[in-house]
């Protein structure tokens, strides 16, 4: 059997974080009945403790970690790789390799690099983005991070970064003799969601209307824009509204928002909340005048790849990250004053033959890039030329 870990995400069959999502479609799209997947769970049950359960054929044992905030994850990570070292050794497993999910338990890899050799297993590192440059880090957790980050490619056998910046990035800043590839995320294609009750629903208490909204769907924290594109939408003079789907809580940032942008004022702005089911998700992004991408920081973003297989209309922050997925598909934004303003302004103007354009392109450059089948393909050739390597 072809044995592979995966750890970093909160566990398998979720959908609602990149993470998650990665894992599900990484693992329901692969075809070779030779691989066995294992994925840890993450759970603040203590009765759920020492659980294994077998889901779509993934083992997948419960690792308890109380709710600690932020640094739940970090636990959840260091006590679910820590497990593994052990079933590795139990179990005897062969053709192990372990993919670790980004960048946070760096300190960790020089001891866990050395015992998984030992054990014949491969440690792989996927850093995700950069964790170290987003806003809402204090100095010295951004210098955690950055120090983590170092140790986390310096140990690994290999590493998988989802944008091609980001492994540029990674050659450049450390000299170690660690191989790089780049995988990014994916998504699917030919795709006619249909208009869930949860639509229905969702469109007539807050009053939308197809084809009359842009959207924004992402995690509500400072480095995706939200304050640059409320401000440059507040200010245009377009009838449509303008949708936010995301995380919103009622914290420092929120309280920030309402007192630099008013948008409370203007009833085109409309905050729905969180939406999990996919198909309506879906739905909604196909309906959409336009998404707007304001991410900043990170690889190959879900979110992005989802938008430009099914939205037609797509405005993306202007930064190495998002150009690369959209290329010439996408039209981009920057923090200049009235620079999304503008392209507002013109989408709503735009001809629906032109619009439909720009959405064949988009969902080309998907085709020939970012299916999953495309994803699975090259992360099978990333752990065969490790197993390759013992022969």
Request: include cysteine.
């Amino acid at each position: 059997m072809k044995n592979i870990i995966i750890i970093g995400s909160r566990g398998y069959g979720y959908s609602y974080g990149g993470w998650e999502t990665f894992v599900k479609n990484l693992i329901l799209n692969t075809k070779d009945k030779e691989y066995q997947y294992y994925v840890p769970m993450l759970t603040h049950e203590k009765k759920e403790k020492n659980t294994v359960k077998v889901i779509d054929n993934v083992i997948c044992p419960y690792i308890y970690v109380p709710n600690q905030g932020f640094v739940t994850m970090f636990t959840f990570t260091v006590r679910a790789t820590r497990y593994f070292l052990k079933y590795i050794q139990k179990e005897k497993l062969e053709n192990a390799i372990v993919l670790e999910l980004g960048c946070k338990v760096g300190p960790f890899f020089p001891s866990w690099h050395r015992k998984f050799k030992k054990m014949g297993a491969y440690l792989i590192i996927n850093p995700d983005g950069l964790e170290w440059k987003r806003e809402k880090w204090s100095w010295w957790i951004k210098k955690c991070f950055k120090i983590s980050e170092k140790y986390c490619i310096r140990y690994s056998d290999y590493c998988v970064c989802d944008s091609k910046s980001i492994e540029k990035y990674i050659n450049q800043e450390y000299s170690y003799s660690t191989p790089t590839s780049f995988i990014a995320f994916g998504a699917y294609e030919n795709r006619n969601p249909k208009k869930t009750q949860i639509v229905k629903d969702l469109f007539q208490k807050y009053q939308i209307k197809e084809n009359h909204y842009f959207l924004i769907v992402g995690r509500f924290i400072p480095e995706n824009n939200y304050e640059l594109m409320i401000r440059e939408f507040l200010k245009s003079n377009v009838k449509q509204d303008l949708v936010l789907i995301c995380n919103v809580k009622q914290n420092k940032f929120w309280e920030h928002l309402k007192e630099v942008t008013h948008f409370e004022e203007d009833k085109r702005i409309k905050f729905v909340g969180t939406l999990y089911d996919e198909e309506s998700l879906l739905y909604i992004r196909k309906n959409a005048t336009a998404y707007i991408h304001g991410h900043s920081v990170g690889g190959t973003n879900p979110s992005l790849l989802e938008a430009l297989s099914i939205t037609n209309v797509n405005i993306l922050f202007d930064v190495c990250y998002n150009k690369e997925v959209g290329e010439s598909s996408c039209l981009y934004f920057s923090k200049t004053e009235n620079s999304l303003k503008k392209i507002l302004e013109t989408v709503v103007k735009m001809d629906p033959k032109e619009k439909e354009k720009m959405g064949k392109q988009a969902k080309e450059r998907i085709h020939t890039e970012y299916t999953w089948d495309i994803v699975v393909e090259r992360y099978q050739k990333v752990f065969q030329n490790l197993w390759d390597e013992k022969k």
